[in-house]
């Protein structure tokens, strides 16, 4: 029997290059290997407001992205985290298993609090670790592909599911994190402080799947750098490690075949072949997500819903069955 992935994005704001290498790529090349769910967190994404109608579409643009970047739906099922209660019902129990000191220590929720300063997060946003963890679960998971900033969430995944097998006897498989080697971690164009990100305030920072290719060459052009000339993957100069890191995957080169490539070239020259390589790489994406219509999205995820509903039932009566449900 094939081993178990299970992944999700969540349905807000745009989608950027970010995702894609740090994610939604491997989750292509996994379903040739594993038995995949990929779902799209509509749960998650009410943590902070929303416009209900525009979460409604941007949940099934979600399934298209998805499609278009290269999840086979007849090998991988993809579907809509609310067509499936188990996620809330188990998310409860779990709540009860975790403490507030390990939420507590969620730098996720720190950050995401910060704007809006914790009194008026909501609680939602508190123990959104929990949904989390209860997705990854139900599946009986054995690999969870995400980028860096979610390892943290797969740890006190592994915890509570510990925690409930030693409290109730053997429920849950333990899951993995993968968390790729190179692109788990990719850093804003105009501040390599900061991770690329959905909600950064400038947008010149991230590369969104949807910009045009004039769009990703002024970014790339824009793209802040260090001081010195040379184009290697040196860590302290961070921008520079970013573009070239960006330029790796997306043209499949060794570490070396890149840095050869740019000897004795200057950033101008290194900056026109990046936006080229970006664009060129963008583009079936891009010229598949049109041809993708909502008829066929609404029936792949309504199948989606059936065959994670058949596996979460039965993870889910499991539980409550142990905690003493009748
Ligand atoms: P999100 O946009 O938060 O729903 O994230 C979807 C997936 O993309 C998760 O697996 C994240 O870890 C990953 N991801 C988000 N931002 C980045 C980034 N800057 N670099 C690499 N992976 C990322
Ligand atoms: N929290 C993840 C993010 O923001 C999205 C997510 C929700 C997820 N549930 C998941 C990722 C389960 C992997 C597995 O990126």
């Given at each position: 029997m094939k081993k178990r992935i299970f992944s999700g994005a969540q349905p807000t704001g745009r989608l950027h290059l970010g995702n894609y290498l740090g994610a939604l790529r491997n989750w292509v090349t996994l379903q040739d290997e594993y038995e995949a769910f990929y779902c799209i967190v509509n749960l998650h994404a009410i943590t902070l407001p929303q416009d209900p109608k525009t979460l409604r579409q941007k949940t099934l643009d979600l399934a298209r992205i998805y499609l278009a970047a290269g999840v086979d739906p007849e090998r991988s099922t993809i579907f809509i985290q609310s067509d499936v209660p188990e996620h809330a019902e188990l998310t409860w129990v779990l709540l009860c298993a975790a403490r507030m000191g390990e939420l507590e220590r969620m730098t996720q929720f720190k950050d995401k609090s910060q704007k809006g300063g914790r009194e008026r997060s909501s609680v939602g946003l508190f123990t959104y670790p929990a949904l989390m963890a209860a997705d990854i679960l139900l599946y009986q998971t054995d690999l969870v592909p995400v980028g860096q900033d979610q390892k943290q969430h797969l740890e006190l995944t592994r915890d509570l599911a510990e925690r409930f097998n030693r409290d109730f006897g053997e429920t849950f498989v333990i899951p993995e994190p993968y968390i790729p080697?190179?692109?788990a971690n990719i850093r804003s164009?105009?501040?390599?402080?900061?991770?690329?990100?959905?909600?950064?305030?400038?947008?010149?920072g991230a590369i969104f799947l949807d910009d045009d290719a004039d769009a990703i060459a002024k970014k790339i052009k824009r793209a802040v750098t260090d001081s010195g000339t040379e184009i290697n993957f040196d860590e302290t100069r961070p921008s520079i490690h970013n573009l070239l890191t960006i330029y790796q995957l997306v043209t499949g080169k060794s570490e070396q075949e890149c840095v050869e490539n740019f000897a004795g070239k200057g950033y101008g020259q290194f900056k026109g072949e990046l936006a080229d390589a970006v664009i060129e790489y963008l583009r079936p994406f891009q010229e598949q997500i049109?041809?993708?219509d909502d008829d066929a999205l609404h029936a792949f995820v309504k199948r989606g819903a059936e065959k994670a509903r058949s596996i979460a039932s039965a993870t889910l009566s499991d539980v409550f069955s142990k905690v003493g449900m009748s």
């Open positions: 080697k190179t692109g164009l105009q501040d390599p402080a900061k991770k690329m990100s959905k909600s950064d305030e400038n947008e010149a049109a041809s993708i």
